[in-house]
């Protein structure tokens, strides 16, 4: 099992910046892939953001040139810096976690952008 906790939402003008942090409760050395998704009101849970354990990024359309997503082994921690923040990129931001066969997610954590 594994827990994850983030932190670093709030609210934000467009334009500015916020950092998403996740801790996780195991070692992250071998997890095979974390990340990011974010869902807005009404909608579906999308993909912001995901990293391999060997370093490799993905990203959505959306957030390309705008966010980044780093990972910090000893801390078993994953950031996603989020800048040029826009309204459409308010949500619930969700951690995540895959590990062989299982996944897990976070609680989640608001980011509101005003326009």
């Known amino acids: 099992q594994v827990q994850l906790v983030e932190s670093g939402g709030g609210l934000v003008q467009a334009g500015g910046s916020l950092k998403l942090s996740c801790a996780a409760s195991?070692?992250?050395?071998?997890?095979?892939?974390m990340g990011w998704f974010r869902q807005a009101p009404g909608k579906s849970r999308n993909h912001v953001a995901t990293i391999t354990s060997s370093g490799t990024t993905n990203y959505g359309d959306s957030v390309k040139g705008r966010f980044t997503i780093s990972r910090v082994n000893v801390k078993n921690t994953v950031y996603l810096q989020m800048n040029g923040l826009k309204f459409e990129d308010t949500g619930v931001y969700y951690c995540?976690?895959?590990?062989?066969?299982?996944?897990?997610w976070g609680q989640g954590t608001q980011v509101t952008v005003s326009s």
């Open positions: 195991v070692s992250i050395f071998s997890i095979d892939v």
């Open positions: 995540y976690v895959a590990r062989g066969l299982s996944q897990y």
